[in-house]
């Protein structure tokens, strides 16, 4: 079953709300990632959580890693119109660069 | 810097016609770069890894004689749809790895939309 999966599906909210998304992953982890996609364009990184940090902040953004229950979350903050795009979580392969990408949340902020 | 380019953006064929997408990392030497295939409202799915000098590796599913990937430079790599038929038509992204630094993080093109017809 495919690595990185994620909740919910689609989230819509108004602007100023926060966002919060999940991911859920199955083999041991070196380090989890998110990225934005606006539509029909290609992928943002957003940040990188190693596997020995527990929560990460950029910004708006904030980020935890749970290796006991192997899921992270996504939290945007005091969201904005521009925020609306899919944001997907990925992890690395044993090789170590090669990507596995969850499902994905497609966030609507509406203004 | 870490600016990934892709041509044509966008690109319309016939059936059976080939069509090769290039993937340019502008400010940066790539050792790898990645090819997805992305479906309307779906996830990205690896096709292969592409390391300069070297063939391409291929995910399980990926034919390799439809998908010819071809990394020539630190710089460039092409992926190549050969007779291309309408179930080819998709959203296809590359990414690239940065030389000398840490592999974790991918770059990624804008995408090329394939319709083919």
């Known amino acids: 079953s495919q690595q990185g999966e994620e909740d919910p599906q689609a989230l819509s909210i108004q602007e100023g709300e926060n966002a919060t998304m999940n991911c859920s992953y199955k083999?041991?982890?070196?380090?989890l990632q998110w990225y934005r996609q606006n539509s029909g364009r290609g992928l943002v990184h957003l940040i990188l959580i190693r596997s020995n940090e527990r929560e990460k902040h950029s910004g708006r953004l904030r980020v935890t890693l749970d290796t006991s229950k192997k899921s992270s979350s996504l939290l945007i903050t005091a969201s904005r119109a521009a925020d609306t795009a899919s944001y997907f979580c990925a992890t690395p392969g044993t090789s170590g660069s090669r990507l596995t990408f969850g499902e994905g949340t497609q966030l609507t902020v509406n203004p | 810097g870490a600016v990934v380019s892709q041509h044509p953006s966008w690109v319309i064929c016939k059936s059976g016609t080939s069509v090769k997408i290039e993937c340019r990392s502008l400010d940066f030497q790539a050792t790898t770069m990645f090819w997805y295939r992305q479906f309307p409202k779906q996830s990205l799915m690896l096709m292969a890894t592409?390391?300069?000098?070297?063939?391409?590796?291929?995910e399980q599913g990926v034919e390799k004689d439809k998908f010819l990937i071809n990394h020539a430079s630190l710089t460039l790599s092409t992926l190549t749809v050969t007779s291309a038929h309408p179930e080819d038509s998709s959203f296809y992204i590359c990414s690239a790895s940065r030389q000398g630094l840490t592999q974790e993080t991918q770059y990624f093109g804008p995408g090329t939309r394939l319709l083919v017809l």
């Open positions: 083999t041991s982890i070196n380090n």
């Open positions: 592409s390391n300069e000098g070297s063939k391409a590796t291929y």
